[in-house]
C-alpha cells in the first residue's frame, strides 16, 4: 500500500462512484446539517419533483441565523421582531415536518449554531463526510471529518439523493510548531495562518493542520482553527482524530456508546496521514513567536500583530480602500485605537472554553463607558452551562448584555447589528463591508482580546490584563 | 434550464479585489424563500446610498451597464459565505459569466449550477479587461474560449460535467438521480 494523506482516506471510503476526466466523483454524505437560511429553495425543488428526503435519519436541522437573541422573541412572548426572519423560521419549521427531518427548532433546548451543537452532541465523528449549506462547516474538520460548506441547489441534492458531484481537492498541509505563549490563543494562530497563505491561498484544496501546535490543542481551540480554513479559500480543514479527539467525544448524546463506541475507535485511529504521504503543498508556522492578532482591513487575511502599525503599501490601491472604509490609517498603532461595541459570539469562538477565557478577563471589571458588549453563546446547551458557573452574572456586573444563542451580530441577519461607522471588536471569522451592518467596522480577534477591548474602550494588550 | 453555448456582450468592469459574497448580496436580502427577485438587491451596499438613492458613479447604475452580460471582476471573487443568493442576483440582473482571476471554490460550484459560467484567464488578459471596459467579448463554451475585439482568443478551464450539463441544459441532480442503484448499493456494502 502506498501512503496516503488523511484526506485520501476519507475520500475514498466514501466515493459511491470514482471520479472520470468526464464525470466528478459521486460521494456520500453521513450527516447533512441544515438550518432555515440555505434550505427553502432546496425544498422547494423537491416538493416540484415529488421527491422525499431520501435519508431523513443522516439529515439534521437547527435555526442559528436569523433566530432572536432576545428571551422574549423567542419564548413567543413577544413577535419576533423581524418579520422576514419570522417567516423563515415558520417556514423551516413546516419544511421539517412535511418531510420527516428531525429540527432542534426555535424552542428547543439543544438548539444552537449548527457548527456548534454538531459537536457538541456527538453528531459529528472522525471519519465522517458532513455538509450543509454554510461555508464554516469545516469547522467539523476538527474531528478528523471531511467537512464542507455546499450552496442551495447541492443542499437539494443531498436531501434527493444522500451524494454530491465532487472533484477531488488538492492536498495542502499546514505544519504547526513551538508552543502558544500566554495571551495567544487558537485564533491568533488562525488569523496568522490566514495573513501567510492570503485570503485565496487555499482555493481548490484541504488543509490538513498538523504538528506538536495543533496536537496540543483542545477540541474546541482546534474546531476555532478548522472553522477559519474557509476564510483562506480552502474546501476544508482538517485534523487527524486522537486521544483529545476521542475523550472529547465520549459519552456525547448522539456518540456511539458502549461495544460500538470501541469498534468506533479502533476505527477512527487508522485516520491519519501516512508516514510518507505527500502534499500537494506545505506550508510551515511557527508558533511560538505568534502575539494576539487583530485585523485592521476588510478580509480575514489582513491582520496584524496587537502591538504592531498598520503596514504601509503604497500604491497598493485594495489596501488603501479597505482603510478608507475602516477609517484607519497605514502606519498607525492598532493599539489604542477606539472601539465602539464589542462582539463576544459566533461558530468561532462562542464556546464554552472562549466564554471562561472572557470572564477571566471581564471579571470584576466593568467596560469603558459607551462601550456595548454583547455576549451570545454558541448553544443553549454552552448558555446553561456557563450560567451553572456563573459566567453570565460575571458578564453582567461587567455591563454585558447576555443572550440567547445564535449568529446574531455575526452576520446582523436577526438584527443584532453594529452601528454605521462603529468599530466592532469580534471574536467572530469575517470582516467584509457591511458583514455586521451597513458600514460597520469589524475587527477581528480572540475572546479575551475582545474582552480587554471592552474594557479599556479602545485596543488593548490582553496579555496586560491576565493575571 | 436552458442550454448555453455562446455568450457575446459588452463587459462590467468592477475592479475590487476580493469581492466576496457579501458584497453581493448582504445578509439582510437571504430570508427570501424563492430565489427570483434578488437582482434588485445585486451589490446593494454598493449601488444604493443610505436612502435607498442609486450611488450615480457605480457602474451598473450607469447607462452603458444595461444588457451587459459578462461581468468582470477585480482579482478573486466570491470567497466567504456560500449563499448561492449570490450567483442568483447575478443572473436574475442579467450576467452570464463572471470574469477573474482567481473564483473561491463554492461561489464557483454555485455559479455552474446556475447558469452562470465563471471563468478564470490569466493575469495579463484580466489586466486588459479591467483597462478596456465595455469592450465585446464572446464567450464559446464549447470551445471553451474567450475571444477579444482585436481577435485574440484564450482558453479557460471549465469542468468537464458541468460544461456538458449547460451545454445541454440538463441539470446535475437528473444525473444524480440516475446513481439510485449505485448509492444503495455503496449503503449495503459499507452498512450505511
Ligand atoms: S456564527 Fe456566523 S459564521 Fe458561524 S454559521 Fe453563524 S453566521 Fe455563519
New interface residues.
Partial sequence: MTATTLFEKLWR?HE??AET????A?L?V?LHLTHE??T??AF??LRG?G?PVRRPDRTVGTMD??TPTVADELYGRVPIR?E??A??VR?FEKNCAEFGVELLGIQHPDRGIVHIIGPELGLTQPGKTIVC???HTSTHGAFGALAF??????V??VL??????Q?KARTLAVNVEGALGAGVTAKDLVLAIIQRLG??GG??SVLEFRGSTIRALSMDERMTVCNMS??A?A?AGLVAPDEITFAYLKGRPRAPAGAAWDEAVAGWRGLVTDPGARFDREIDIDAAGLAPMITYGT?PGMSVAIDELIPQRPGDL?HA?ALEYMGLEAGQRMLGQEINTVFIGSCTNARLSDLRAAATVLKGRHTAKGVTLLIVPGSQRIKREAEREGLDRVFIEAGAEWRESGCSMC???NGDLVA?GAYCVSTSN?N????QG?GARTLLASPITAAAAAIAGRIADPRELLA | MDPIRIIRSRTVVMPGTNIDTDQIMPARFLTTTTREGLGAHLFADWRYDGAGRPIADFVLNRAEAVGCQVLVAGRNIGCGSSREHAPWGLYDYGFRAVVSTEIADIFKNNSLKNGLLPIVVDERTHGWLVEHPGVEVTIDLEQRTLALPDGRQVEFPVEAFARVCLLNGVDETGYLLSQQDAIRAYEARTGK
Avoid at chain 1, 476526466?21 to 466528478?24: Q, V, W
Fill in positions: 471510503a459511491v462512484v476526466a468526464e464525470t466528478p459521486t456520500y453521513d437560511v440555505t427553502p429553495q422547494a425543488v419533483r421527491l441565523h436569523s423581524l422576514s426572519a417567516r423563515q417556514e449549506g454554510d461555508s460548506g455546499i450552496g442551495t441547489t447541492e437539494g441534492q434527493a439523493t444522500q451524494c454530491l458531484l472533484r485570503v485565496a482555493t481548490g474557509i476564510e479559500g474546501r478580509n485594495i480602500k452576520l446582523g441577519m454605521r469575517r467584509f463591508e457591511g458583514r451597513v
